[in-house]
């Protein structure tokens, strides 16, 4: 019984030291506007959130953001959402987010900080398997690259120099077996 108390509170802290942190979600505002993660890094995904307003749709504007954001309403929620980027050229700070909600208007901030996400090459590393087009002739070079190369002249003449001396074996095998017979 006491092996198994063991086991049971050892298994629980285990659980509690591998089980993720959740940190804030949200960094809300005093004007209902809250931004998700708290804390985006340059060139990552944000997720606005506006409650307390009335309309069915508003609009997001900060200069961190790549674009304006466009809210809509969130099923019975009552709470207005949208998603947008981080531009990727920011650097860290806090940015002021703008929401227009009917007649007023709301106020929040986004704290742009961490690194930078690397910049995705301006084009392919790799040629994709994407059924030929302009890489179908070299798609068709590096099969025939892989293919082992058919017998030469040196092998045919080799061939043949075996084949030859094969037959010469065969012929005088059989001469001596016909010059036995006739003794």
């Not at 069915?56 to 099923?75: E, I």
């Not at 949208?82 to 227009?100: K, L, P």
Request: charged letters at 15%; a positive charge.
């Amino acid at each position: 019984m006491g092996s198994l108390k063991v086991t049971l509170c050892a298994g629980a802290a285990l659980t509690a030291a591998l089980a993720p942190i959740a940190p804030a979600a949200h960094a809300a505002d005093g004007g209902g506007v809250s931004v998700s993660p708290s804390a985006p890094a340059p060139g990552s995904d944000v997720r606005l959130r506006v409650s307390d307003c009335t309309e069915k749709t508003a609009v997001a504007v900060s200069a961190a953001f790549v674009s304006d954001v466009k809210l809509s309403l969130s099923g019975s929620e009552g709470v207005l959402v949208g998603s947008s980027t981080v531009r990727s050229t920011m650097e860290a700070g806090a940015y002021a987010v703008r929401v227009t909600c009917g007649g007023t208007a709301r106020e929040g901030t986004v704290t742009i900080g961490g690194k930078r996400r690397p910049a995705a090459p301006a084009s392919p590393v790799a040629p994709v398997d994407a059924g030929g087009g302009g890489t179908a002739r070299l798609a068709a070079d590096a099969r025939d690259e892989a293919r082992p190369e058919p017998p030469g002249t040196a092998h045919t003449v080799t061939g043949l120099v075996l084949a030859g001396i094969a037959a010469v074996a065969v012929a005088l095998r059989s001469v001596r077996s016909r010059s036995r017979g006739a003794d």
